[in-house]
């Protein structure tokens, strides 16, 4: 529902749950403090290789929002040693593909190729973490690719659009007001000097995680990883200011009025992460608390309000559990024929309630957890999500050792917590409501949206 991750030509969406087995992972920091992170999986002989940087948009300050997806843009314009496109050239030529996105928490960089080709991928990524090019002939161009990335992406997307309305309403001066691909003002007057300026603040080997999981061996990639990477030099960082969300004092509403078919509601409580919560078990508690709400169509949401009530067309409930700040707990829903947003708003609080009354049994929480598992187990078919599970723990702060937590902690979830949860977190007071009032779409807008 809401999209705070973007790149140039990808769209990843955040990952929460981990493996329900020990994740064996191989470990070495570099002289210049970069972290290297090795997982094996030699069942194909492709490995994938990516390169995280601390800093995303929740890092930017007004004025330049959305600089660090901007930068990720102008990664691949060319260092002194290779010219425009080239990176792209020659991750191709090698059978790889390549490319990157930018998170409020985050920017990444991969490749996945043929395993042996990994040396490929290090020269790439190491010439570029301190030789990048900045030239205002590719910021103009770019900043085009950017301004119509952002067009296609909120500006004619009415609940995109709406979602960025309601994050700036919900958050008072937490960064994750801002959207991650930043305001239209501001994009449109970046400088050469803004982008080199966050460049040599961020992009420094002891602010990155180099992770690779594959059909590759520990110590050659270790050995790599010192060719390549050692001998760059690190940068000195501050530490950020701490960035803390002022208490809301009571319930926040607003009505976003735009061209569109159908109606559209958003609620969101707030709610710590697992970085920011005092009892790490509130966040799983929290995490459980929307697989009950919205985990499968046998969930409560899609059961009881599409197929039950028939007065939503499409609802869904989210928790950000892997977010560097404190996030949102959100519920988003369609109405359907003969409904409104005032009816679903009533329908959700009413299920709250229900959390906050009742103890969830034993037989929906197991089926809860059973599925976190299933889900566990099917993500270990992909190495990119495995590489993207390591990379987001260790940039967030968290460390990459959670993956291993993440079964047992859901599987300690009672449900006494849920209920206590909902009761501390799903209150009146820590809710923003915003309600997307349909406008006219008139036939210019129709081809605009899809051209």
């Not at 723990?393 to 993440?406: A, F, H, N, Q, S």
Request: hydrophobic fraction near 40%.
């Amino acid at each position: 529902m809401n999209n705070r991750l973007l790149c140039a030509a990808l769209l990843v969406l955040p990952v929460f749950a981990s493996h329900a087995a020990e994740t064996k992972v191989s470990e070495h920091v570099l002289k210049n403090g970069m972290k290297v992170l090795v997982k094996e999986d030699h069942r194909s002989p492709i490995a994938v290789s990516q390169v995280w940087y601390k800093v995303g948009s929740s890092y930017e300050p007004g004025g330049i929002t959305g600089i660090s997806h901007m930068l990720e843009h102008m990664m691949f314009k060319g260092t002194d040693k290779h010219a425009v496109g080239e990176f792209s050239r020659i991750i191709a030529e090698n059978g790889g593909e390549e490319n990157a996105f930018t998170g409020d928490d985050y920017t990444a960089y991969f490749q996945t190729m043929e395993a042996s080709r990994l040396a490929v991928s290090f020269e790439l990524e190491a010439d570029r973490m301190r030789n990048l090019h900045l030239l205002p002939d590719e910021l103009k161009k770019e900043l085009q690719v950017v301004t119509e990335e952002r067009r296609m992406r909120t500006d004619d997307n009415p609940q995109a659009k709406m979602q960025e309305h309601f994050n700036a309403m919900a958050y008072t001066n937490s960064p994750y007001r801002n959207p991650v691909i930043g305001w239209p003002s501001d994009i449109e007057n970046y400088k050469v000097e803004d982008l080199q300026a966050w460049y040599q603040r961020w992009y420094a080997p002891n602010n990155a995680t180099l992770v690779v999981v594959g059909d590759v061996q520990p110590k050659a990639v270790f050995a790599l990883a010192e060719k390549y990477f050692a001998p760059l030099k690190p940068s000195e960082l501050k530490p950020l200011k701490p960035q803390v969300e002022v208490e809301q004092l009571g319930v926040r509403k607003m009505t976003v009025k735009l061209p569109a078919k159908l109606p559209y509601l958003v609620m969101g409580y707030k709610v710590p992460s697992l970085k920011t919560a005092t009892q790490e078990s509130e966040a799983y508690a929290l995490e459980v608390l929307a697989g009950v709400l919205d985990g499968g169509s046998s969930a409560r949401l899609e059961s009881g309000l599409v197929r039950g009530k028939q007065i939503a067309v499409s609802v869904g409930a989210g928790y950000e559990l892997h977010s560097r700040l404190s996030t949102l707990f959100t519920l988003e829903a369609t109405p359907a024929e003969g409904k409104n947003v005032w009816d679903l708003e009533n329908a959700l609080k009413e299920e709250i309630a229900k959390l906050q009354l009742k103890l969830v049994d034993n037989e929906e929480l197991q089926r809860i957890k059973a599925q976190v598992l299933a889900k566990a187990v099917y993500e270990r078919d992909s190495g990119f999500y495995q590489a993207m599970q390591l990379g987001m723990l260790e940039t967030v702060g968290l460390g990459w050792k959670k993956v291993d937590e993440y079964v047992d902690k859901v599987n300690q979830v009672t449900a006494e917590q849920v209920r206590d949860v909902a009761l501390k977190y799903l209150v009146e007071d820590k809710l923003s409501v915003a309600y997307l009032e349909p406008l006219p779409i008139t036939e210019t807008k129709i081809e605009k949206g899809v051209r």
